[in-house]
Every structure is written in C-alpha cells, then in structure tokens.
C-alpha cells in the first residue's frame, strides 16, 4: 500500500486516499490501487450483500461490484464524489440488478436499473459544483458520531437491510411514527449541524 | 424551476434502494431537473456510504481477487460502451415511452381528460402506473384518491387548491386530498403517476362492498 505514503500532489490536498486510489484505477489501469480498494471495499460489501439477505451471492455481489468499479473508473469525477460514496452507491445498484434479475428475464425488463438509480458524476450535465458534494461525506462522518444510538440503529436497517420504516417498526416493536420521527430527527440534525457549520 | 419535492424519507429510501421500480423513476425524473434535490441524494448517498463503512466487515475468499483480475482479462474492454453511453445519454422516460408523449395511444375517458396505463413496463410490480392527460384549459372532475398517489408533472401544469404544479414537480396525494385540477398554460398537461396497489376484495362479498371502497 505505499501508493497510500505518497504526497498527494498540488491541488490534490483535499482528496481523500480512496478517491485518489481509484483515479489511478481509471487512468492508469493501475492493479495495485484496485488491490488496495478491493481490501479496504470488499469485506464492507460481502457484509452488505449478506445484511441484505443475499447471502448465499455475498461473493458474486461483491465481484460484480469490482468489475463495474473496474469497467467504470475512467468515468470517476472525484468533485463529483468520495470514491466510497460512489462505490456505494455502485454497490446499491448490483443489489437491486441482482434482485431483478432472480425474478426475471432481460426481455421483461424494459428500464435498466440505471435508468432508475443513478451513480454520481454519471448522466450530469450540470457543471462541477462543488465542495459540497466533496465535503458532503466528510461531514456526514462527523455529524454521525452525534446521533443517538436508537436513530442510528433505524437508519441502518433501512440501508442495510434495505427495510422499509413499517419493517422497522415491527422488527423494533415500536409505532410507525415513532419510526419516522427518528428518521427525521437524525435527517435533519445531519442538516442543521451542516447549516451551523456554515456550509 | 420545480417548486414542489419529495419528501426527505422518500429521497432516503430512493438512495437506500428500497423504493419500487415506479417509484424510483418518479425520483429520478425529478432529480434530472432538480439541483436542490440532487444535492440532498448527495448528501444521502453519503450516509449510505459511512453506514457501511461502520458495520462489521466480513472477510472475502482468498482467491477472490485473482478471479476477478481472471474476469476482467477475459471479458472484453467496456470502457468505450460507458464513455459512449454517457455522451449519447437518453432520458429514461424516453426509453420507457419514446419520444413524444402526445403521440402515445391514449385513451378519452371523460371530457378533458384522457389516460394511458402503463403498469406493463414495470413486471412484477406491485403498483398501478398510469400516465394522464388533462386537455389545455381542461378540467378534471372532482376526485379523492385510494392509497398514496406519488404524482410527477411530464409536461404542462395543473393546479388545484394547493398551488400550481409545473413539470417536474412532485407531489402526493392521499384519501384526504379532495382536489379538482385544471390545466393551465397553453399546453397539454401530462403526469405520470404511481397508485399504491388498491384494495382488492375476493370471495362471496367482493361485488356487494366494491362500490363502496371506491
């Protein structure tokens, strides 16, 4: 890993070390930093793929992910995304295609998952915006940390475990709302530490 | 400029990847238009990230990695077909429905109004999905709805007690949303709409309480 030593170079300062990692995947090809994607990314998938109930496929899901993330670096925008956001969301999107494609046949399936679930910086015209987007995830981290443990666990499920709030609620055995207001309350604190912080 | 958005819990659940299929295309139309909503799925996919970040991790196969090098050796270089598919992108709605939406079969169903069901785009889902069609100047009947109706606006405006709502706009409505919408500006106004599945009755008693679940 001693791409990761390096001194990012000028300008590169507010990259973190997996977005600068799969930058050099996708203009170089370069198989050392897809290693050390694939030993920090991979174990986080297998968990995700197997939270999700796709556990008898954890391994096959997470081997599509990293041919996709392979197939698809050269069109990583790093303003636009944290590399482990994008590789989320990459992540999402081979889970809900799998779960489609156990139920059916290309031919009956008109919409492309991706028609549905975009990955950032991907089908945006719009010009590079913003730190936001970059800091997003920085933020995201910090703010976490501050949330009550019941919050936490209510939102993990929904995106681990892909359950919607009723499904919660039952798992939990608490009302629906109690649910949802939990999610909002978490939502929104992630939002109003952003604002106090002026962002 | 879209003045009317999904709710957090929805984009939430759309950045989950929990939503159905129609639902998730009712999202994604509206964040095509929207940066204020893009942004906030930005923000959300970032907590998805953290989220898996902060779970346990479980470890992978040895040999895994060789045999995804051993796949991306073998397979042919898809790099061209992603940078080409970005370049020539195609909205979604037009894969779905081709090019013009006026020229789609549609169907009159009462004055100024005329629909078009869709639902058999989406197999295997749950939902009804209905395209509608109110004449320029049109007005709709007076109607509540059965379950929750996630509606996005295609084409045109309509507007009703609660505002006008403009193309891409979002709205949802329920059992206690008694409106009446009339399509305003010069154009035809088209949405696209999701219908929760509806309250079906079987057996003996299903023709005698059906009128009365309407």
């Given at each position: 890993m001693t791409t990761l030593d390096q001194k990012p170079a000028r300008g590169e300062g507010r990259k973190d070390p997996w977005s600068q990692l799969l930058l050099k995947v996708g203009k170089n090809q370069d198989r050392q930093a897809y290693h050390a994607l694939f030993e920090h990314f991979g174990p986080q998938i297998k968990y995700y793929a197997m939270a999700n109930g796709l556990a008898s496929h954890a391994e096959e899901l997470v081997q599509e992910v990293f041919v996709s993330i392979w197939r698809r670096s050269c069109l990583y925008d790093w303003r636009k995304a944290a590399a482990s956001t994008w590789i989320f969301t990459i992540a999402?999107?081979?889970?809900?295609?799998?779960?489609?494609?156990?139920?059916?046949?290309?031919?009956?399936?008109?919409?492309?998952?991706?028609?549905?679930?975009?990955?950032?910086?991907?089908?945006?015209?719009?010009?590079?915006?913003?730190?936001h987007r970059l800091m997003s995830e920085r933020r995201v981290r910090e703010s976490l940390s501050q949330l009550p443990e019941e919050q936490i666990t209510v939102i993990a499920k929904v995106y681990?475990?892909?359950?919607?709030?009723?499904?919660?609620?039952?798992?939990?055995?608490?009302?629906?709302?109690?649910?949802?207001?939990?999610?909002?309350?978490a939502l929104n604190k992630l939002k109003v530490i952003l604002q106090d912080q002026n962002v | 400029m879209t003045r009317h958005h999904p709710d957090t819990l929805s984009l939430m659940d759309y950045s989950a990847g929990n939503l159905s299929e129609p639902h998730a295309l009712c999202i994604r139309l509206h964040l095509d238009q929207c940066p204020h909503?893009?942004?906030?799925?930005?923000?959300?996919?970032?907590?998805?990230?953290?989220?898996?970040?902060?779970?346990?991790?479980?470890?992978?196969?040895?040999?895994?990695?060789?045999?995804?090098?051993?796949?991306?050796?073998?397979?042919p270089d898809m790099t061209e077909k992603y940078i080409s598919s970005r370049t020539k992108r195609v909205s979604p709605l037009q894969k779905l429905l081709g090019e013009d939406l006026n020229a789609l079969p549609w169907k009159r169903q009462l004055g100024d109004v005329s629909v078009l069901d869709i639902s058999e785009k989406f197999p295997g889902q749950r939902e009804q999905v209905v395209l509608q069609k109110l004449a320029a100047g049109g007005k709709a009947p007076a109607h509540t709805h059965r379950g929750d109706e996630t509606t996005i606006v295609l084409q045109g405006a309509f507007a009703d007690h609660k505002g006008v709502f403009n193309q891409w706009d979002f709205v949802v409505l329920n059992e206690e949303d008694d409106h009446k919408p009339v399509a305003v500006g010069c154009e035809d106004c088209i949405t696209l709409s999701v219908l929760s599945a509806p309250v079906k009755l079987t057996g003996t008693f299903t023709r005698l309480l059906n009128p009365f679940i309407r």
């Open positions: 999402r999107n081979q889970r809900i295609d799998m779960l489609r494609k156990m139920k059916r046949t290309s031919a009956e399936m008109p919409v492309e998952t991706e028609d549905l679930w975009q990955i950032p910086g991907e089908n945006d015209d719009e010009p590079v915006t913003s730190l681990m475990e892909s359950k919607s709030h009723q499904m919660v609620a039952d798992e939990l055995n608490i009302p629906l709302g109690t649910v949802k207001s939990r999610v909002r309350l | 909503c893009r942004s906030r799925v930005d923000t959300l996919d970032s907590l998805g990230a953290v989220m898996m970040e902060n779970q346990p991790q479980v470890g992978v196969s040895s040999d895994m990695f060789d045999s995804i090098l051993s796949r991306i050796d073998s397979e």
